[in-house]
């Protein structure tokens, strides 16, 4: 009996054995080509985990080689071109003649792939032409030591990388170029990049190609994908609607990941203009220590021989006063009234070249946390409140305290403080419970707060204060902004928890036409000066503030693409009516 019992259970062992072995044997015949087949399902999509994924658990989850549709091209522009004949005589000629006939077998593949590679390195270097320089540009705190990120690269972490581009061949090089050194410092299997192409019309195209080129043999998962514009005609497109279109679109395998692979990254990285890579590094590092929901750098834009503060459109202070249209030089006036951020606390942390909090930014490269806004639900979106000017009928009447009809990253900006505020008040609620049950259930008080608020916000009467002329804000009002109308909060933004948006001013973003050596000069410094020591232990926030109660509304109301005219006002943002507006109540 005992005897037959064990043979039975060794018959068991073997039999499972076995199924094994042919799981394996199963998985090593379907190595990249037929993985996503097998599953049979879009290959265009993320997959879902399959009974092979369980079989060989504990692999890298991001493993371009291994699953097909982790590099995915979607609606690549194949209309035929000018040049299109050309180009796809020289293909075939090169083939035929260069590559054809050295071709013999198995063995000598590896020549070939290295000829690639040689290519793409040759590539990199003609044309990265900004990011090859970098590490001689200037800035302060070490930041351009080899070795500054190598805990930030032994963590292992997950980096999602957005980009939405709309005709801008002349950044996409460089940003391949920083794209292939952060895969370099973090992984290549580590990185997740998301392009979309906006109805370029320019040499995307082609660019593209060479970023999927490149992507392909470095083994960096990837999702490059064209979408035709929302509207035909300009003068019937509603550029706030657009941003929020496009934004969700390249976050869509973000969250495709999530659901069906249960992958999760650490930060969404959002590529605009050009960055260094290590300016970006150091970003994502600002961003741990300080747990912030959001880091942006600084945009600089050539203007009349100067450089100055881009992007005033979406950025506004901690006490939500737009920047200043500062020259990258104005740091060594050290008069603190000339920096971009206008209230006290930013314009110090500023000149010493650190980061500060703001109530809303874009500006450039910007690191957003996952878990405090897209994996908790928070989209982007617009207002839908505006006049189609192609449609015969009037503009609709604004009332004053209308919502702000601005950016997409300033909605996105609100709901970061919103959802802040929700999750501040779960936490009371939640302690509540456990302590004592009487306690007030909505509307928490000093519990949340923050510490000390300024009350009385210093609110400047500089003369350029709204003066614009950035790309998106080119057309920015030059009134100044009504001040803010009588309104009483029922409970200040300064009792909610505070989101945490933050501006690095150590990460440049740059357009065309800007010398990076004098700015980094202008900015920091010559690279061999003392530096405060004490200084490096300070990116930190010590102090997190409230939402203010009003901030500088710029609007677009009309449709007319990215240069239609902005309407410019001062705004209540009560966060206590946005929770009763989501809870649905009066
Ligand atoms: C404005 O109206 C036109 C014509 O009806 C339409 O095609 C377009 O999509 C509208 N624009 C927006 C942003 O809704």
Not at 154 to 166: K, P
Not at 355 to 370: A, K
Not at 414 to 420: F, G, I, Y
């Amino acid at each position: 009996m005992a005897i037959a019992l064990r043979r039975r259970s060794l018959i068991r062992i073997a039999i499972f054995l076995a199924g094994v072995a042919l799981f394996r044997f199963l998985i090593s015949r379907s190595t990249s080509t037929s993985v996503s087949s097998f599953y049979g399902s879009d290959p265009e999509q993320i997959q879902k985990h399959g009974v092979l994924d369980l079989v060989t658990r504990g692999e890298k989850s991001l493993d371009a080689r291994k699953h097909k549709f982790l590099q995915v091209r979607v609606g690549r522009d194949e209309r035929p071109d000018l040049f299109s004949d050309t180009i796809s005589d020289g293909i075939t000629d090169y083939w035929e003649r260069f590559q054809k006939p050295f071709i013999t077998g198995h063995d000598t593949s590896y020549m070939d792939a290295q000829s690639v590679l040689m290519a793409i390195e040759q590539l990199l270097t003609m044309n990265g032409w900004v990011t090859s320089k970098c590490a001689t540009l200037s800035r302060p705190f070490g930041q351009n030591n080899e070795d500054a990120y190598d805990d930030l690269a032994s963590q292992g972490h997950l980096y999602y990388i957005g980009m939405v581009v709309h005709s801008a061949d002349h950044f996409l090089t460089d940003q391949l170029a920083v794209i292939v050194q952060l895969a370099r410092r973090l992984g290549t299997s580590n990185l997740f990049v998301s392009m979309l192409d906006y109805e370029s019309s320019d040499s995307t195209e082609t660019l593209t190609d060479l970023c999927e080129a490149v992507l392909t043999l470095l083994g960096v998962p990837y999702r490059i994908r064209r979408v035709p514009g929302m509207t035909l005609d300009p003068t019937a497109a509603y550029y706030p609607l657009e941003e929020a279109h496009t934004r969700n679109l390249a976050l869509e395998p973000l969250h495709e990941l999530l659901e069906k692979r249960s992958i999760r990254f650490h930060r969404v990285i959002w590529l605009k203009g050009f960055t260094c890579p290590n300016d970006i590094l150091e970003t994502i590092k600002i961003s741990m220590v300080n747990e912030a929901a959001m880091v942006c750098g600084m945009d600089w834009a050539e203007h009349n021989g100067f450089f100055i503060f881009s992007d005033r459109w979406r950025t506004r202070d901690i006490n939500g006063d737009q920047f200043r249209q500062s020259k990258s030089s104005s740091l060594s006036s050290s008069l603190l009234n000339t920096v971009p951020p206008r209230d006290t606390v930013g314009a110090q942390r500023y000149a010493k070249h650190l980061p500060f909090q703001v109530f809303c930014c874009e500006s450039g490269t910007h690191v957003v946390d996952p878990e405090q806004s897209y994996y908790v639900g928070i989209e982007y979106r617009a207002g839908t409140n505006f006049h189609n000017a192609t449609l015969p009928h009037d503009p609709p009447k604004h009332k004053p305290e209308d919502e702000c009809l601005d950016s997409t990253q300033a909605y996105f900006c609100r709901d970061l403080w919103v959802w802040k505020a929700k999750e501040g008040i779960k936490d009371v609620d939640d302690d509540a419970a456990e302590e004592t049950p009487k306690r007030q259930k909505r509307a928490p008080q000093e519990e949340v707060g923050v510490g000390p608020r300024d009350p009385t916000p210093q609110r400047g009467g500089d003369a350029d204060a709204n003066a614009g002329s950035d790309y998106d804000a080119s057309d920015l009002p030059l009134s100044d902004p009504p001040p803010a109308s009588e309104q009483r909060l029922t409970a200040p933004n300064s009792v909610f928890l505070p989101a945490r948006i933050i501006v690095n001013p150590r990460c440049v973003t740059t357009y065309a036409g800007v010398s990076h050596t004098q700015l980094a000069l202008d900015l920091f410094g010559p690279p061999d000066r003392e530096e405060d020591e004490e200084l490096k232990g300070q990116d930190v926030l010590p102090d997190w503030e409230g939402a203010p109660d009003t901030f500088v509304c710029q609007e677009q109301q009309t449709t007319g693409g990215r240069r239609a005219p902005k309407n410019q006002r001062r705004l209540g943002f009560s966060i206590h009516e946005e929770l009763e507006v989501a809870l649905g109540q009066p």
